[in-house]
């Protein structure tokens, strides 16, 4: 099927978010955990989390001022800090529901299953349970002028994860943890099978 | 296990790349097609392609200028015309020797089996077999201050899906397109079994 973009621009809104949402591949699956400075917590789940650099570690994610996530955005901006936790599969239903518009003075984790947990003295919380748990602090943000949205940048403070899954070399096994991988904006898989492959150098 | 950011820092260059690049969740599987104004062709893998918005339909990547996937970026610059094409089940090890260091001069179509295809006039080449090519034209970019990678921006101008992957909402189905998803930085995974949720409201 070939789809121009006046096309696309007439769609209607449901599809066209399904589809555009779904068009750049398989996304992260992380609930960010914040909590503001009147202590009420805070957890959402967002598929835009990316890798911007390694040393120093840096992730990126990507805020729309207008949604129900501007909470976290909030939160990060008053406090400066925020967690990153995995979907994994036992509690895709409840991080699924943190999509709910609730209000600012309502916690996700008093509508939900998902428990919060405090490690190490961090100010925001973590998400029981999940087998990878980031504590970031933030640096930096860049405001899109071609739709408002908002990217917001944290460097890696504190790391949890589930000893089995950190191989020799370092690689995280996100299969091993049942991490899931979000298509769109409501379907969640949790891979199975994975292929790794060497180093490539350039043939002659 | 508990990593610190000292000791994150402290880590051999491989180990801490492997961890960092695996830290984030699954990745989006894509390769970047372009052109330069030589008409010497280039296709590239990157895992962070991130959806921005769906009106107008914008997608970003990041890039390390330093990398060898700056060819990629000069020739967007050059030209202002990319492709992103989903790596799907066969093209894994070909998809995956094109993050191989090889200079502007030469095509990575001609050092594997990918083969560059064009449609309706778009400049810039496309990867032929991929269930979604996608074509773009550069709208803006974001230099990001605390490691000197580059965010780019597109906005979506074409786009070709396999007719059986839209669903009646605009859903595509990535995984009836057997494309695949990214762990680190050389671990390609095809999801297999999803589960759809629906638009969540908040409870009493």
Redesign the interface.
């Known amino acids: 099927?070939?789809?121009?973009?006046a096309y696309?621009?007439s769609?209607e809104?449901?599809?066209?978010?399904?589809?555009?949402?779904?068009?750049?591949?398989?996304?992260?699956?992380?609930l960010i955990g914040t909590k503001s400075t009147k202590n009420i917590t805070n957890v959402a789940v967002f598929?835009?989390?990316?890798?911007?650099?390694?040393?120093?570690?840096?992730?990126g994610f990507?805020v729309?001022p207008s949604s129900v996530r501007r909470n976290t955005y909030d939160n990060i901006k008053e406090t400066g800090y925020f967690t990153?936790n995995?979907i994994h599969h036992d509690i895709?239903?409840d991080a699924?529901?943190?999509?709910?518009?609730?209000s600012s003075e309502?916690s996700e984790f008093d509508?939900t299953n998902l428990k919060e947990e405090y490690?190490?003295d961090f100010y925001a919380p973590f998400v029981e349970g999940c087998p990878?748990k980031?504590g970031l602090k933030y640096?930096?943000e860049?405001y899109?002028?071609?739709?408002g949205?908002i990217?917001v940048?944290g460097?890696?403070?504190?790391?949890?994860?589930?000893?089995s899954l950190?191989?020799e070399?370092?690689?995280?096994?996100?299969?091993e943890g049942n991490?899931?991988?979000i298509?769109?904006l409501?379907?969640?898989?949790?891979?199975?099978?994975?292929?790794?492959?060497?180093?490539?150098?350039?043939?002659n």
Not at 144 to 147: D, Y
């Open positions: 099927m070939y789809l121009t973009r696309i621009d769609l809104h449901l599809y066209k978010i399904n589809l555009i949402n779904s068009v750049s591949g398989f996304k992260s699956a992380n598929s835009s989390v990316v890798h911007y650099g390694s040393a120093p570690p840096i992730l990507v729309r990153i995995h895709i239903e699924h529901h943190t999509s709910a518009k609730y309502i509508k490690l190490n990878i980031i640096i930096d860049y899109i002028k071609a739709n949205t990217l940048l460097e890696i403070i504190d790391l949890h994860i589930n000893d950190i191989k070399d370092g690689f995280i096994d996100l299969l991490v899931t991988a298509n769109g409501d379907a969640y898989t949790v891979p199975k099978i994975k292929t790794r492959l060497s180093y490539q150098r350039p043939k």
